[in-house]
């Protein structure tokens, strides 16, 4: 069965450091893998995914995340942590057939002090 | 131009009622869901249907009853309500049941019942 595992449910840094949410996955089949954003008292915005292809997949408000096979993981890293980056942080795998359900972490809190 | 919406925002009810929430996709979009979103911000599918046929029922309560009159609008019907169904429940779309495309969110109903 697929399932994702969020390591770290509140994470603190300061302004301009590097941001880094680890996320692993299980799946017996190649996963499609999503991170999405949850600012306070809104709904998810996607901030990347991964089909295919190349395995660093750059996203919105300069986020990234590499897709490691043999780490079975999808860790999202931003250079460079702004104020308005505090949020809640989910990785979701979507499972293999015709159903579209996506299963996802625990979350994580991103704090960014100033 | 809001992609996914949902009515109402908030609600607050006693228990035993009965309510609604609806949700509309203006995307084209052939899949739609609804996911709940407890106190600890973990998000998992309820149901999920394509082209207003269900494919997925996730061993919700008899008194949850989804409802597609075509496939732009997925309604949530709750009958008999109880303090446990308190939560964020969020509709979602997606181009099809399948594939590598990502799920657009709306931006939560919050149910409070008390």
């Known amino acids: 069965a697929q399932s994702v595992t969020q390591l770290g449910s509140h994470v603190s840094v300061s302004e301009g450091a590097l941001v880094l949410l680890r996320c692993n996955y299980s799946?017996?089949?190649?996963?499609?893998l999503f991170w999405y954003v949850q600012y306070p008292n809104q709904g998810l915005q996607l901030l990347l995914k991964?089909?295919?292809?190349?395995?660093l997949v750059k996203g919105i408000n300069g986020f990234e995340a590499e897709f490691k096979k043999s780490e079975t993981s999808f860790h999202l890293t931003k250079p460079s942590a702004h104020m308005s980056d505090a949020a809640e942080y989910f990785c979701?795998?979507?499972?293999?057939?015709?159903?579209?359900?996506?299963?996802f972490g625990q979350g994580t809190t991103l704090q960014v002090k100033p | 131009d809001t992609a996914v919406s949902q009515t109402p925002k908030y609600l607050v009810t006693q228990m035993g009622n009965d309510k609604s929430i609806k949700c509309e996709q203006n995307?084209?979009?052939?899949?739609m869901y609804w996911y709940k979103q407890d106190s600890k911000k973990f998000l998992k599918i309820m149901f999920s249907?394509?082209?207003?046929?269900?494919?997925i029922n996730e061993t919700v309560p008899n008194r949850f009853s989804p409802k597609s009159p075509d496939k732009a609008h997925l309604n949530l019907h709750i009958n008999s309500l109880e303090l446990g169904d308190s939560a964020v429940y969020f509709c979602?779309?997606?181009?099809?049941?399948?594939?590598?495309?990502?799920?657009?969110f709306g931006q939560g109903t919050r149910l409070t019942v008390v």
């Open positions: 979602a779309s997606s181009p099809g049941p399948g594939g590598n495309t990502e799920a657009f």
């Open positions: 799946s017996s089949v190649p996963p499609y």
């Open positions: 991964y089909t295919t292809g190349a395995t």
């Open positions: 979701a795998v979507r499972i293999s057939g015709n159903t579209g359900k996506l299963i």
């Open positions: 995307l084209g979009h052939d899949t």
């Open positions: 249907y394509n082209n207003k046929e269900l494919i």
